[in-house]
């Protein structure tokens, strides 16, 4: 089966898809505590295995003939971290943007096979992509804050589907804020515009923004790559925080960080998913040796 786009690119698109990542219906992120054990049998949850949050089966895709991943079966577990690597050009930002459909806007971008959140088929022309949106939130490689204060970058995707009061709006702002490590930062200056904050201090208002509309998943695409080693370690101890309650892709090339972040590592290789493993199993024993040789800098 193929999956054609709905809508074709525009110049500018790129903009304005971000922001629709926003027009989506708030739920009341402070609900969703991390769920830590199996009330009905009295389990640990630790001794039950994870369950799968996005799945794939034979799922492709192309750019007009150009065919970017081949193929792919890959499980993504719920509340954990899953770090994509690979090579330049071998198609990890071209996965992650399947799972919220971002490749709907661009011309020519198709798919074929099955890709599930939640169990839900999100290649079907039927599923509703804004709603798509709010559950799984995206952060760019550079932070992209709107032209607005601090206060308003959290609070403008909040607004547009649902009526707050001001003090629930306040304390959505707040939470989000607090969840994203930069509220102590930022608390004095709400109404101070956002793009007078640092380059770190942005990525973490974009984690914050993400975070305010309730997703369940949250894609990051190379989130430090912009950042100073500083910032960096700042938004590392952020998304080791986040994963009790989220589930998180992070795509990257530094692989350190992936070992460091986390649980489990994806590789890429020229559109094919070469291995996918528990992430200290994949850097210390890889089965594939392309991944060994990536892994130990023979090649990428
Ligand atoms: N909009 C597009 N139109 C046509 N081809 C594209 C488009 N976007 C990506 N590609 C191609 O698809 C392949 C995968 O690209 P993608 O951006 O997913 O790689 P990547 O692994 O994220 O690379 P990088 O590490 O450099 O970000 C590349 O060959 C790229 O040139
Ligand atoms: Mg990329």
Redesign the pocket.
Known sequence: MMHEPETQSQPLERDLHEEDNLKVDVMSIADRAPETEDTMSNTPAAAAPPKTMISTRDFSSW??K?K?LHELNLDIPERMVTALI??????????LRWINRMNDT?A??RSSGGMTLGGEDITDTRCDVVDLRRRVGMVFQRPNPFPKSIFENIAYGAKLHRKYTRGDLEQLVEHSLRQAAIWDEVKDRLKDSALGLSGGQQQRLCIARAIAVGPEVLLM??PCSALDPRSSAAIEELIRGLREQYTIVV?T?NMQQAARISDITAF?YE?HLVETDETEKLFTRPSEKQTDDYISGRFG
């Open positions: 750019y007009g150009f970017a690979g090579p330049s050009g071998c198609g990890k930002s071209t996965f661009i020519g971008a695409d190379e795509v090339h890429f559109g």
